[in-house]
């Protein structure tokens, strides 16, 4: 119970121990004391979903969470998604489709699109689009990202 | 990163196991190179980048619209522990800096025009101290009238904001006095004369707002300085040219003691022609050590840049007939407090405010002020998104008085091939009419158009605007090289900021050469490479770029030739180029040799290493004076025209006014698709784009403060918000003389949605909305009126 | 800045007592993003994370009570939310996003007291009570007594929401929402709020609320009366419209001007009534 506490952060199946302040997000963490810069700040304000992790396997904001409470929880960052470099189906059909332009919204989108797919294997457009309304993209209109969820459906059946 | 069974490289040289066509990547959606490393996290952007003894900048923005500054006093910053170094204007050299007018100081000096106007800068250990020693600096203001709207600003008596306006640098001739920073006009015909001979005649104000760009990567920097004592830049910007200008004159260093290099770009759309990249720099100076500074959301909303706020007047008549005989335009741009690129982006809003259409009697004058809010500068759709929405708008209401179809009013009077703009500037190739139609008769526009009310028994519409713009400035230029192995070095300085340019620039080169787009080695933009680029606008990928990479991956293919015909004891016009990066003469499939062996000869036994390079500049289409009159106009750069269409089929809620747009269709002459999965992309993207600014976008100001710096407050569209049917439509029309037969396209998808939206809306209810964005409370406040 | 991470609610208010600039800290999404923007600067953090007892819905012997960190997305998918108490269910699942919804918390989101957002009208509607303790004890709070004004509620410093207590629902009752956005997402423009019951396409009973037209939700004690015995198609309906029209007080901003927030909520609530009145046969 001091301002500095030792936590300990599950990321992406390895343990790390670090010691951030109380107001420092995860976000934070991820990036500069862990320097897993995949995880971007597009706001920190909560609203573009360009920080998104999974927390405990759900899409959660990183620049909205304490550091400090995720003490113990698994984590999942977007480098947590192709270990040795091995892209997973969504990468993948993110990939086949030509979905990235920018891509700064791109780890954002691929997490809650895996999110989404361990949840329903088969979703609709809609259930698509729902998924996707809490992550802003200025560059694609959405279309081929949806599109890659699609095809990361049919392969994952 | 690996995984992808299609990237798995084939070594040049390997004959691939059937033949294809020596170009076989043109026209091929061959996967994005840098998209596996997009979707894995691995690609690396400015804020991702960390340099040994790196400070964090941090920059205080001015609290008042228009003040003098009496004095600073920054020893409690100063004295703060962390912190490294503290900047205002009196640590800098006199110098301004600025594109078209030299009248803007890198950290505010001597007064202050805009609120959230960069005046000091900070250097600390972490990024909280230096946004703590920020609020540390005290600075004393001598508050001034402030003036915030175009008109007003350029009216007697407003308050002066630039007094020294008279003394500036420029880089045009247009007239300009007080506030007023560009005034220009372009007239064919007799406009006034014709008015009589008009059966109907549509006159109208249309009111455009200010908008941002919210590339989703905020503005950025990290400036260190190298063995040499040379600055290096990483920057998030559409030019590495420009800014490493920008840098080296403010700083009053020479270029050769600067280099820029862009990580990836998390987007840009026009507006990151240059940030924070000078301030990052001094900062550097200043402590000798790395410095990075990346604006927060809230900051780069109040600090970066707009698209400029109109305001225009227009009037057309035609003929009961339903042909265009006559526009009159007057367009105000607000420019914010700085001059940026607004004297360009006034003279495309002027060159294109007549719309693509063969009409024989136009006038524009167009004026862009200066106001004290935040400057405005470039933004996809360059000065003709403006106009457009409100000429579209006007051809609508054109179309309902006459009694004809919106889309045959537009056929009818489409300009064609082998017109001339403005009566100057000579149109090579025009397929409107042929996007036009191609839309009229798309099954799903043809159901859309039948459909008046959709399932919950809202009212449905359809509205369509046609699409033109300018494109392909200034210069650009292509190094490639010939490696050992026989790949390739492209290096064009050329930025991808999303547009998928670093790929379709490899299928160019790639296609020239007989290889696939593993083998070309497309090189980061920097400016210590050796091509040079004016920087990622206009389209200039597909007209400028791809011309500079076709020709030098040409002077490659004839070096190639030239030793191999040495290696092979055969005339060079006997061999040819095969797929796979093979030489061989031709009809002796024995014959051949791998580039590598080509490559390696030269480096050791024969001419050299392989290099091909090309020059080019888009040349500049002047101004038939017979033609046309001007004031204060000269296109700067090229001037090329692209041709599209834009369609929307709206649902409007009439309880609450609320507009939802269902499908759209866009229909574009691309020339000659050479990614086809990534121009798609840009269609959607830029349809995307333009519901947003339809819809939703606008940037408030209250007394000169922004009243909505955050995603929260401006709203752009997501998923929810955007269709999930968009109809990209790609025409291929092929330009004789552009490699491939490619025009430029991808800008220009943003421009006609809002007036197609508008026309869509009035179709559906018979609202007219003149103002943007088409609100829900616009659209009921305009059906209360109608 | 301290943080805390008690296991029981007991060493939560104890925590609260000693320092009164500590805040509690729910899901996060609203206070982490205001302290991302230096809007607050808390002394101490006491996260309420570890906390059983604030967690989860449970029936109690006259409704149901709703732990204070139960999440947006666990509220948006309560069946024992039916009748009258809909109207809460139905505010949950309008909040924000997913990423959103599984995050925030109800004491989180209604101790922010933005009166833009869903919770706030709903609960009004619903006619919940605000259970509130500190070290000092435990109140309950009609919940239109809780909402004070633009981010301010009754809570007394060393006080904090534990609980929203939800009468339960009489047999045949309904409600109804309705929120206007920019944006899907988007906080209101104007929200509109019923519970009530309907006998015969009559209206027997009526609470209605407003969002995002003042400093909290609006209700108005002569809207309800004009509703209850009122048709779909009854004039009583645009008078009560009027009545809430004259109790609100909204402002212009980004998301409209007052006089269309006026103008909506005259065409949302003939709207809200009749949805109530079908979901009722
Ligand atoms: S950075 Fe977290 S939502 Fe935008
Ligand atoms: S790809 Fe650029 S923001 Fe999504």
């Known amino acids: 119970m001091a301002e500095r506490q030792s936590i300990e952060l599950h990321i992406n199946e390895e343990t790390h121990v670090v010691s951030p302040d109380t107001g420092n997000t995860l976000l934070q963490v991820l990036r500069s004391t862990l320097s897993l810069t995949g995880t971007k700040r597009g706001c920190n304000q909560g609203v573009c979903g360009a920080c998104t992790v999974l927390r ?51 780890p954002g989108m691929v997490l809650v699109a895996t999110a989404l797919l361990r949840e329903h294997s088969n979703p609709d457009q809609a259930e698509i689009r729902e998924a996707l309304s809490g992550n802003l993209c200025r560059c694609t209109g959405y279309v081929k990202i949806a599109e890659a969820i699609e095809l990361a459906a049919e392969q994952l059946v | 990163m690996t995984g992808y069974d299609n990237l798995t490289p084939r070594m040049p040289g390997e004959a ?48 008042y619209p228009h003040a003098r500054i009496l004095g600073y006093n920054t020893s409690a910053a100063r004295a703060l522990p962390g912190v490294k170094a503290v900047l205002t204007a009196e640590d800098l050299p006199v110098q301004n800096i600025g594109a078209a007018v030299c009248d803007e100081p890198i950290l505010a000096r001597g007064k202050t025009r805009y609120v959230g106007e960069p005046i000091a800068a900070v250097a600390a250990v972490s990024v909280a101290i230096a946004r703590a020693a920020v609020q540390l600096i005290e600075i004393e203001y001598e508050e001034l009238p402030a003036v915030f709207d175009a008109e007003e600003a350029m009216a007697l008596g407003a308050p002066i904001i630039h007094e020294d306006a008279g003394s500036y640098a420029r880089a045009t001739e247009a007239p300009f006095a007080d506030n007023m920073v560009a005034h220009m006009e372009l007239e064919t015909g007799d406009v006034d004369k014709v008015w009589a001979e008009c059966d109907h005649i549509i006159e109208g104000e249309y009111a455009i707002p200010a908008i941002h760009a919210q590339y989703m990567e905020t503005c950025g920097a990290l400036a260190e300085l190298d063995n040499s004592g040379k600055l290096i830049v990483w920057c998030s910007t559409q030019s590495i040219f420009l800014t490493q200008l920008s840098i080296a004159s403010a700083l009053q260093i020479p270029m050769s003691k600067v280099r820029c290099i862009t990580p990836a770009v998390g987007g840009g759309f026009g507006a990151k022609f240059g940030s924070v990249e000078p301030i990052t720099a001094a900062l550097t100076l200043a402590t000798r050590r790395p410095v990075k500074l990346v604006l927060s959301r809230d900051e780069d909303m109040s600090m970066m840049r707009t698209r400029h706020a109109a305001k225009i007047r227009m009037k057309t008549g035609a003929r009961a007939d339903g042909t265009l005989l006559c526009r009159d335009i007057d367009i105000i741009l607000n420019g914010g407090a700085y001059a940026d690129l607004s004297p360009l982006v006034l003279e495309c ?20 002020a200066y106001t004290n809010r935040l400057r405005a500068g470039a933004f996809r759709g360059f000065g003709v998104m403006q106009p457009t929405f409100a000429g579209e708008s006007q051809l609508d209401e054109l ?58 028994g809202r009212k449905r519409g359809v509205g369509i605007s046609s699409v033109t713009q300018q494109s392909g400035l200034f210069s650009s230029s292509a190094a490639v090289r010939v490696a050992e192995d026989g790949t390739l070095v492209l290096n064009t300085g050329y930025i991808d900021i999303g547009t998928g340019s670093d790929t379709s620039l490899a299928q160019i080169c790639a296609g020239t050469l007989g290889l696939g787009v593993e083998h070309v080695n497309v090189v980061a933009p920097d400016t210590d490479g050796v091509a040079y680029d004016f920087g990622t606008a206009s389209d200039r990928a597909s007209r400028g770029v791809s011309e500079s990479v076709y020709r030098a991956s040409l002077a490659v293919k004839q070096k190639l030739f030239e030793f191999a015909s040495v290696m092979l004891q055969c005339p060079p016009d006997r061999l040819e180029l095969r797929p796979g990066g093979r030489v061989g003469i031709i009809e002796a499939p024995e014959a051949e040799l791998p580039f590598s062996a080509i490559v390696q000869w030269g480096l050791y036994a024969g001419n050299g290493p392989i290099i091909g390079t090309h020059a080019y500049y888009m040349q500049e289409q002047k101004i038939n004076h017979v033609q046309t009159r001007s004031v204060g106009f000269r296109m700067g750069g090229g001037v090329w025209y692209g041709y599209g269409a834009t369609a929307v089929q709206v649902e409007v809620n009439e309880d609450t006014g609320q507009v939802e747009v269902i499908a759209a269709w866009h229909a574009h002459d691309v020339g000659r698709v050479i990614n086809p999965d990534g121009a798609r992309g840009q269609v959607y993207g830029g349809v995307a784009q333009g519901i947003s600014g339809a819809l939703y976008e606008e940037l408030v100001w209250d007394n000169g403060h922004l009243t909505n710096p955050s995603l929260m407050d401006y709203k752009i569209v997501g998923a929810p918000e955007v269709p999930h049917r968009i109809h990209a439509i790609l025409l291929e029309n092929r330009l004789p003389d552009s490699p491939y037969g490619a025009k430029g396209f991808a800008e220009p998808t943003i421009i006609g949605v809002a007036p197609a939206i508008a026309n869509a809306v009035a179709n559906a209810v018979g609202a007219r909305v003149r103002t943007l964005p088409i609100t829900a409370e616009r659209v009921l406040n305009t059906l209360s009126v109608s | 800045m301290q943080y805390y991470r008690p296991s029981t609610l007991e060493q939560a208010l104890a925590l609260l007592a000693e320092d009164p600039d500590a805040r509690c800290i729910a899901g996060g999404a609203t206070l982490v993003a205001m302290m991302n923007a230096d809007l607050v600067q808390p002394s101490a953090l006491v996260s309420l994370k570890g906390i059983s007892e604030l967690q989860g819905i449970r029936a109690t012997s006259d409704g149901l009570t709703i732990g204070a960190m139960t999440r947006h997305e666990v509220v948006s998918k309560e069946v024992r939310l039916t009748g009258r108490l809909e109207v809460v269910r139905m505010a949950a699942g309008n909040i924000g996003h997913p990423p959103i919804r599984s995050v925030g918390t109800i004491g989180g989101s209604i101790s922010h007291a933005d009166p833009a957002a869903d919770y706030p009208t709903a609960l009004v509607a619903a006619e919940a009570q605000i259970e509130i303790m500190s070290q000092n004890g435990r109140r309950l709070v009609p919940v239109h007594e809780f909402f004070i004004s633009y981010y301010t509620t009754a809570l007394e410093p060393g006080e904090m929401v534990t609980a929203i207590h939800l009468a339960a629902p009489p047999s045949g009752s309904v409600s109804a929402y309705c929120k206007v956005g920019r944006t899907e997402g988007d906080f209101a423009t104007v929200s509109v709020a019923f519970s009530g019951a309907f006998v015969d396409g009559q209206c027997t009973a009526a609470s209605v609320a407003i969002g995002g037209c003042g400093e909290a939700p609006i209700r108005s004690p002569e809207a309800n009366a004009l509703l209850i015995g009122a048709f779909v198609d009854s004039d009583c309906v645009a008078q009560a419209a009027e009545a809430l029209v004259n109790a609100c007080d909204p402002l212009d901003d980004v998301r409209g001007s007052a006089d269309y927030r006026r103008l909506l909520v005259r065409r949302l609530l003939p709207r809200v009534f009749s949805q109530a009145s079908q979901n009722a046969a």
């Open chain 1, 56 to 106: 405990n396997g759900v899409p959660a904001r990183s620049c909205l969470t304490l550091a400090v409470e995720c003490d113990d929880e698994e984590i999942t960052t977007i480098e947590g998604l192709a270990p040795n470099g091995k892209a997973s189906i969504v990468q993948q059909a993110f990939v086949k489709v030509g979905a990235p332009q920018c891509g700064f919204c791109m």
């Open chain 2, 16 to 63: 691939p196991e059937q033949e294809p066509r020596i170009d076989a990547v043109i026209g091929q959606s061959v996967l994005k190179i840098d998209g596996p490393a997009k979707v894995s996290g691995a690609a690396v952007y400015t804020d991702d980048l960390k340099r040994p003894r790196m400070l964090h900048g941090a920059l205080l923005g001015s609290p």
């Open chain 2, 349 to 368: 809003s002027i060159l294109l405010a007549h719309g693509p259409y063969r009409i024989p009697n136009v006038r524009t004058v167009g004026r862009v």
């Open chain 2, 399 to 456: 179309a309902a008085k006459l009694q004809i179809d919106p889309i045959d009013f537009r056929i009818r009077n489409a300009m064609q091939s082998g017109d001339y703009n403005m009566g100057s500037h000579h149109i090579p190739s025009c397929h409107l009419a042929e996007c036009l139609e191609s839309i009229q008769s798309h099954p799903d526009f043809i159901a859309a158009s039948a459909e008046r009310v959709g399932p919950t």
